[in-house]
């Protein structure tokens, strides 16, 4: 059975400083993945997208990162803002369907 | 473009009621779907449709019906509504007939509880 496992279920961080979620997936094809971030109360949007040949992308102050070999990846968020308090998701692609991990829902504190 | 818009925002029912929840994008997709997001979980695929008069089930249809009579709706009918139920739901739409389109666009979902 497909799956993706997202860590940590929740994380407190002070306005300013990284963290670093973490994604292991064990869905096979694969195709792509990607990483959402869902603010409360609103459905998902698209951070990044990275393919099987892609090891890192960025989005402003959002850097995923991909090992294909070990199926797992990573988002960082650099210099955490009071905006980037939202649910993160973990999206893979297998072809056909989209299998979705159940979030890691950040919170930056000032 | 108003992209996908869902309504309505929230719904009560009681045990045994029917509802549509409603499902409109403008952005010509062909491929739209309906997910339910409960805690601690990922979203799960109900059913999708990869073009008007064509649908299918995914992972957890039961107890729910869709159509697609026009490109630009997808309407998903509870029609015996169970707490079982209760959710939040979020209808996604993208340009290529499957869902590993690369780009997915997300409604704004449906708090709905079943009393």
């Known amino acids: 059975k497909n799956q993706v496992e997202q860590s940590p279920q929740s994380l407190i961080i002070l306005e300013g400083k990284n963290c670093t979620l973490q994604?292991?997936?064990?869905?096979?094809?694969?195709?792509?993945l990607r990483w959402y971030k869902q603010d409360t109360g609103r459905g998902p949007v698209s951070l990044t997208i990275m393919t099987f040949s892609e090891n890192t992308k960025s989005n402003g102050r959002y850097t995923a990162t991909l090992d294909a070999d070990t199926k797992q990846s990573s988002l960082h968020i650099t210099a955490s803002q009071l905006s980037d308090s939202a649910s993160y998701i973990c999206?893979?692609?297998?072809?056909?369907?989209?299998?979705f991990g159940a979030g890691t829902t950040v919170t930056v504190r000032a | 473009n108003a992209g996908v818009t869902q309504t309505p925002k929230f719904q009560v029912l009681k045990t045994g009621q029917s509802m549509t929840l409603q499902c409109a994008q403008d952005?010509?997709?062909?491929?739209m779907s309906w997910y339910r997001q409960d805690p601690g979980m990922g979203l799960r695929l109900i059913h999708y449709?990869?073009?008007?008069?064509?649908?299918d089930q995914g992972e957890v249809p039961n107890g729910y019906n869709v159509s697609r009579s026009t490109t630009e709706d997808f309407p998903l009918r509870l029609l015996s509504a169970a707490p079982s139920q209760t959710s939040v739901y979020f209808c996604a739409s993208s340009y290529s007939g499957t869902e590993d389109s690369l780009e997915v666009f997300f409604g704004s979902g449906t708090q709905l509880s079943v009393l």
């Open positions: 449709s990869v073009g008007a008069g064509i649908t």
């Open positions: 994604c292991n997936y064990t869905v096979s094809p694969f195709s792509n």
């Open positions: 952005m010509n997709h062909e491929y």
């Open positions: 999206v893979v692609s297998g072809y056909i369907m989209l299998s």
